[in-house]
């Protein structure tokens, strides 16, 4: 497995839209583990999408675990993840390994069911609340090629530098 390198905005490539993965074959397997070396390289990084590395695939990693407080699901690897409802709203700061210096109050839907592929391939689906849910609609953004940055609650006052915190 190896690290790979993570693009920092204002980068034009994490304004690209990825593609499906049209087949779960030992290549995307492969990037896979990457993705994950990559992500749990970063303590306190709860995901990933497979654009921040440069590889324009639907492909993304959440795992809220970590915060127990949060209902979840565990470590979810999320092949072409599509939100097929959402409910309700809540206001939260996020962060980005692709902002790496920032954090941001941003407007997410609280409830939503989301339909993927897992790992080996097979369909899957969740209904997920709150943070987890916070998480996979910042790292699907990331798929469409959008930031939190681009969704800021409020006025600019919003970001903050991290020290700041
Ligand atoms: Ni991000």
Known sequence: MVQLEILVYPDD???????????????????IADLEETLSSQPGCVG????????????????????????????????????????????????CLSVPDYTGKVNRSQFIEVK?????????????EGYEARAIQHEIDHLDGKLF????????????KRNEL
């Not at 994490?14 to 290549?27: E, G, H, M, T």
């Not at 080996?120 to 969740?126: H, Y």
């Not at 940055?149 to 903050?160: Q, T």
């Open 116 to 128: 993927a592929l897992n790992r080996f391939g097979s369909k899957v689906a969740f209904q997920m």
């Open 13 to 31: 490539r994490l304004r690209q839209v990825s593609q499906p993965v049209k087949a779960v074959d030992d290549k995307i397997t492969g990037f």
């Open 48 to 95: 990933i999408a497979a654009p921040q590395v440069g590889n324009f695939l639907r492909i993304i990693i959440v795992d809220v675990s970590s915060r127990p407080q949060h209902k979840n699901h565990g470590h979810l690897v999320l092949i072409n993840p599509v939100i097929t409802s959402k409910k309700g709203s809540s206001v939260g700061r996020e962060g």
């Open 149 to 160: 940055i681009d969704n800021l609650v409020g006025n600019r006052n919003s970001l903050k």
